[in-house]
């Protein structure tokens, strides 16, 4: 027994200190902040989470703050990282624009920028350092701009010295830095197989080419994507604002059979060859699985296939047969441009019905396969108690009266299920009026409200 004891008690020190560490380490770099942060945080840069402690995914985001604190702290980053119980200071938390949970922004003097990526920390972290760093960085040599090209997938650059479309790009800078990277240079450090059709100009250098606009908010909306793209939830959202038609190969990526490998080349190869015909109108990529587009569209993909969303009018477009080659797929294309495949979907009354039920359903049915125990319970139990009593008082006609416990029940958990989205969609709504000014001002409010 007392040999036992050795490593037994050993390796709960272990676990202990490993524990202490954990805490000491991680916990340690996110600063609690409570009353005093808004007096206390003018001089820094903050990076603040607000949460609410009953929220699911804040709890889920908890490991991941802690993760970007520690690295904040561990790359010496001027950022602090903190978090606020958004309803225990519910009145700062307002102040800030806080509206859903849990809410991610960056705090720096007058201005709060929304994060609103997926919440992984190199994300989190990436947005960190974009926001918190100079507006307008200016590459100032051959060198600088090649090290920059490598480093980011897409990024935007000035060409040219003072002048008003300089000022035009600082103003969508400020407001669209919370997703991309802005640049300027002078003409000499731009590379020479770019030429300008006027000077000054805005470039966007991606997919190994560069493109050129004057209409700068709405079109740097639109071109600060790749053209090729993984897709995911959050990705389809944030290209709402692109006004394009995004194709998707719907694809199973653990299946290498040649019809998923051979859908997502062929979706590739259109996207890159006929990069000039269609960048304007169309975003390409693939997803994998069809759980999400599913739910989107209502209905059953299988899989391997293609679809094409309308992201404004939440329409798409299906082919009845197989694309085999890229000949097909630009066909497609061509006939959803000239009208002759017909839209499926959008977002007229109808759709908004079947929408609610067909949420409703996916509810009931996600309670029963994740839970079957739980689903029994949930509708079970009330409708089992109501039978009873209804054995008791009523007669056999008023059957309608369980249906209606049951439907309040559904709506219940299905409203819970929207309170995160709505709150998400609530917190993007700002950008797509393409302004963040309601954030940048509420800052600005909480200091002339203290002038005062
Ligand atoms: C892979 O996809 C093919 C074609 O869709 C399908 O027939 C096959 O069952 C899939 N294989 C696996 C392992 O899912
Ligand atoms: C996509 O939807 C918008 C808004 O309804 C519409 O103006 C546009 O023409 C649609 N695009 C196509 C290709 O149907």
């Known amino acids: 027994m007392a040999s036992e004891a050795g490593p037994w008690s050993r390796a709960v020190a272990l676990c202990v200190t490993v524990l202490l560490l954990d805490v000491a380490l991680c916990k340690g770099f996110v600063e609690d902040l409570d009353e005093s942060f808004k007096d206390n945080r003018k001089d820094d840069i903050w990076l603040v989470d607000f949460y609410a402690p009953w929220c699911g995914h804040c709890k889920k985001l908890e490991p991941v703050w802690n993760e970007v604190g520690l690295e904040m702290k561990s790359i010496g980053s001027p950022v602090k990282v903190g978090k606020m119980d958004a309803t225990s200071y519910s009145s700062i938390a307002s102040e800030f624009g806080v509206r859903g949970y849990p809410t991610i922004k960056l705090l720096k003097g007058d201005l709060a920028y929304n994060y609103r990526g997926p919440r992984t920390k190199d994300d989190i972290i990436e947005f960190a350092h974009r926001v918190s760093g100079a507006l307008i960085r200016p590459l100032p040599s051959q060198q600088m701009f090649e090290h920059v090209r490598k480093r980011h997938r897409v990024f935007f650059v000035y060409v040219g010295g003072e002048s008003p479309l300089k000022e035009k790009y600082i103003d969508a800078a400020s407001e669209l830095i919370v997703y991309t990277y802005f640049f300027s240079a002078l003409e000499e450090v731009i590379p020479e197989y770019v030429t300008l059709k006027e000077m000054p100009a805005v470039l966007v250098f991606k997919d190994e080419t560069y493109y050129e606009d004057g209409d700068l908010s709405a079109w ?46 062929i979706i590739q190869e259109v996207a890159k060859d006929y990069r000039d015909h269609f960048h ?63 839209a499926q979907g959008g977002d007229s009354i109808l759709q908004r019905l079947k929408r609610i039920i067909f949420d409703a359903k996916s509810t009931v049915v996600s309670i029963f396969k994740s839970s079957p125990l739980m689903g029994c319970f949930l509708f079970g139990l009330p409708l089992g108690v109501i039978s009873i009593m209804c054995y008791g008082i009523y007669t056999a006609d008023t059957d309608g009266g369980y249906i209606e416990e049951r439907y309040e029940i559904v709506s219940k958990s299905e409203m819970e299920g929207q309170e995160q989205i709505e709150e998400s969609k609530e917190q993007q709504e700002p950008s797509r009026g393409g302004s963040l000014v309601p954030t940048v001002q509420e800052p600005k409010d909480v200091l002339e409200k203290k002038t005062n």
Do not use: C, W
């Open 280 to 342: 304007r109108d169309f975003q390409f990529g693939h997803m994998d699985g069809n759980d999400y587009i599913n739910t989107l569209l209502m209905d059953e993909l299988t899989v391997p296939t293609v679809v094409v969303l309308n992201t404004s009018n939440q329409q798409y477009y299906l082919l009845d047969r197989q694309i085999n080659n890229a000949k097909d797929m630009v066909q497609f294309i061509n006939n959803i441009l000239d009208g002759t495949v017909e």
């Open 220 to 265: 740097i909306s639109r071109e600060r994507f790749q053209n090729y793209l993984t897709m995911d939830g959050f990705l389809l959202y944030e290209l709402g604002d692109t006004g394009k038609l995004v194709a998707i190969a719907v694809i199973d990526e653990k299946n290498t059979s040649i019809e998923h490998t051979r859908l997502k080349s």
